[in-house]
């Protein structure tokens, strides 16, 4: 009779055992950044590209994905101190009213980003950038890097699901319970970039592109300021 309680203890510790939950330590440093790439119908439509003449908006935006791939490469491995630096990157696209990873974030792949942006040909559907916006923010708040980020780049307003700034403000409470910061970068692309004031005013970063140029410039501007040398960047 004795044996009984000393087995339901057994159970019950083993009940806790199986039902917890795993908790991975924050690294010390390292980035995680999630870019939402708009697949939507509008992307094909045309803006001036290479040489000012008119192109495809999706074409320009595979040129640029491209370009920003070389960029996280570039900052991974050059690391002043010589090791690699920690990063990890994901691509998420519109389907339907939601979001997909195209690639799960993880350790940054730059050439699973190049052969996807090589091969996109095909924009159709809505724009759901709430929807995405929440895959993408709760992607980079798994991640145990401290510094996240998602990168939005979008023709359009949200026309499916809640709207970003719905959506924002969950990412933002969820995060600051996990003691982290999520910073969302929107480069509006072919659209007035006062669509998105709302989640400005919310703290996002947003910017406007007209052309290819223009959408080039932008994205250096947040990769370099923004996302890749913010631990540069002096404390205020």
Known sequence: ???????????????????????????????????IYDTSGSMRETVPGRGGQAEPKY???????????????????????????SLHAGLFVFQGAGARAVIPLGPL???????WAGGFTRPDGNTPLGNALNAAGQ?????PLPRKHVLVITDGMNTAGPRPEVVLPALQKRAAE??????????????????????????????????????????????????LLEDEEPRK
């Open 1 to 35: 009779m004795k044996r009984i309680p000393l087995l339901a203890a057994g159970f019950a510790l083993a009940a806790l055992i199986v039902g917890a939950t795993p908790s991975f330590a924050a690294e010390p440093d390292g980035l995680a950044v999630a870019i």
């Open 139 to 143: 992607a980079v708040l798994r991640s």
């Open 178 to 227: 996990r003691g982290a910061g999520v910073s969302v970068h929107f480069v509006a692309f072919d659209v007035d970039a006062k669509v998105f004031e709302p989640v400005k005013k919310l703290g996002a970063t947003v910017v406007g592109a007209a052309d290819e140029k223009q959408l080039n410039a932008q994205l250096d501007y947040i990769l370099q300021k923004k996302i």
């Open 109 to 115: 792949d730059a050439d699973a980003l190049e052969k």
């Open 59 to 85: 074409q320009i935006a595979n040129r640029a994905l491209v370009a920003v791939a070389g960029q996280l490469r570039a900052y991974a491995t050059n690391a002043p101190a010589g090791a690699p630096r």
